[in-house]
């Protein structure tokens, strides 16, 4: 057996299983191996005995099925378990080897595994990964970065299993140097968190604000999925929307307590360390930790009995030109911090790439992202979204809507932290001066931090003698 395979894939979850029989679908000769080894055998039963995968019981066992070049990919919880897994291979492969981790990993630490791995000899590639089990079984968003040699070599197989884009593209590109792959699908990440938020808050407000059924809300995500907001989000939200049990819609029977694990507060806080403003995501991130405590919300209801009723005259096609609004900021804020992060590490991020690698595949596919690679495409250093023709009169059009939803959800005393902030960050966008020159004055008063002055160069400084 020895020599038999193309690629290892040690860890068999739900995303490593699956695209391990997704390797094997596409002719790719596979090893799998888990730590685990029922969990292995239990994968053997299945699919995977079919396909011809083959089954390792050690680590040591998995590196002697591989051909040389060998190529593991990792498939492990983020944080310390990648790390031991690392470990465990070094003792095992040689030079030339690559280690893909496909995982959930902090760029960051993506950067520091690179450094060690290649201080062997080897060579890595921090791959993101999004789909969920239905796009690794059948067809991932790959955002694989790292080594470029590693990544030329791995190409053809990576590329085989991705999802194509509606012109038939492979939605797999390799983004750019480091952790250049893993910070692209953290910003993924935050950028589905914003998206299921503002499909949240458009469900609220029809469903305590105009009193709509879940079936009638059902209908109305429907036609939505068939303009401009066609997405996956969009689709399943109507389906769930639609499923009944026990006589009544499941979505009334399911906890308002929404979990995470991480990668929308990692996107918040590496905009923080860039002086990027992700204001939407960062809502997203902090409804669902609001979400998640429901007896202290019970708690504040029962003291609170404040206006919770009619948005009045606003009506579902209102609260479509906000969510369609909203998803265009959070696109931009997310867009504007990839490219930040670009300058910063030098990673020359293409950003009409990744737009164009998010149309299908991922969980964020939608025919929006169409929109997003044309921008790119017609200007390629577009330094926001925002300042694109096609996207500015969308705005300008949904304006007097989005402004009505946000005013009509304050009357009505529902929650619209995503649109209200995304409305926020446009109209603070849209300023040609803001109040910040009285910040900058304050912090000069009590700390003689100096400021700049509009009648002099920027880049000149000066204090005044407040007390004087």
């Known amino acids: 057996m020895l020599g038999t395979a193309d690629i290892a894939v040690a860890g068999l979850g739900v995303m490593g299983a699956n695209l391990a029989l997704n390797l094997a679908d596409r002719g790719h000769r596979v090893a799998a191996y888990n730590r685990t080894t029922s969990v292995t055998d239990e994968f053997m039963t299945g699919e995977a005995g079919d396909l011809g995968i083959i089954p390792a019981a050690t680590i040591d066992e998995m590196v002697r099925l591989l051909e040389r070049p ?46 060690l791995v290649e201080s062997r000899g080897l060579s890595y590639l921090g791959m993101g990964v999004s789909g969920g089990e239905e796009g690794a079984r059948h067809g991932p968003s790959i955002m694989p970065g790292g080594s470029r040699a590693a990544w030329e070599q791995v190409e053809p197989m990576l590329k085989s299993i991705a999802a194509r884009a509606p012109d038939g593209k492979p939605c797999c590109e390799w983004m750019g140097p480091g952790g250049a792959g893993h910070f692209v699908k953290m910003v993924h990440n935050g950028i ?22 879940a079936g009638e809300m059902s209908k109305v995500f429907a036609r939505w999925d068939e303009g401009r907001l066609r997405s996956y989000l969009i689709e399943i939200t109507s389906e769930i929307l639609s499923t009944q049990v026990d006589g009544g819609p499941i979505v009334d029977l399911v906890l308002d307590a929404a979990g995470q694990k991480g990668t929308g507060k990692w996107t918040v806080v590496s905009s923080m360390d860039l002086g990027q403003p992700t ?138 932290p995503a649109y209200s902030s995304a409305l926020s960050y446009f109209d603070g966008m849209r300023s040609e001066r803001l109040p910040a020159n009285l910040i900058q004055a304050q912090r000069d008063f009590f700390g ?21």
């Not at 589905?192 to 059924?213: K, N």
């Not at 003689?448 to 007390?467: I, K, L, Y």
């Open 70 to 115: 060998r190529v593991v990919l990792v498939m492990v919880t983020a944080g310390k378990p990648v790390d031991a897994v690392i470990e465990s291979l070094l003792g095992h492969l040689e030079e030339g080897d690559i280690i893909i981790d496909g995982g959930n990993s902090l760029y960051a630490d993506t950067d520091r595994r690179q450094a």
């Open 192 to 213: 589905e968190y914003g998206d299921m938020q503002v499909i949240a808050e458009a469900y609220d407000l029809m469903r305590r604000g105009m009193g709509m059924t």
């Open 279 to 416: 204001t939407l995501v960062g809502e997203a991130v902090y409804a669902r930790i609001v979400s998640s405590d429901p007896d202290a919300r019970k708690r504040a209801a029962q003291i609170y009995d404040g206006p919770v009723g009619s948005m009045g005259e606003v009506g579902p096609d209102d609260v479509e030109s906000a969510l369609y609004a909203s998803k265009i900021i959070s696109y931009a804020q997310g867009f504007r911090l990839m490219r930040a992060a670009s300058d910063e590490f030098g990673w020359d991020l293409d950003l009409g790439t990744i737009a164009s690698i998010w149309r299908a595949g991922c969980i964020i596919r939608a025919v929006f992202l169409e929109d997003i690679t044309a921008a790119f495409q017609r200007d390629p250093g577009l330094p926001d979204m925002i300042e694109d023709d096609f996207f500015a009169e969308a705005l300008k059009e949904a304006g007097t809507s989005w402004r009505e939803v946000v005013a009509g959800a304050a009357r009505a005393g529902l929650p619209v």
């Open 448 to 468: 003689a931090h100096t400021f700049e002055r509009v009648d002099r160069p920027r880049g000149d400084f000066f204090h005044h003698d407040w007390s004087s």
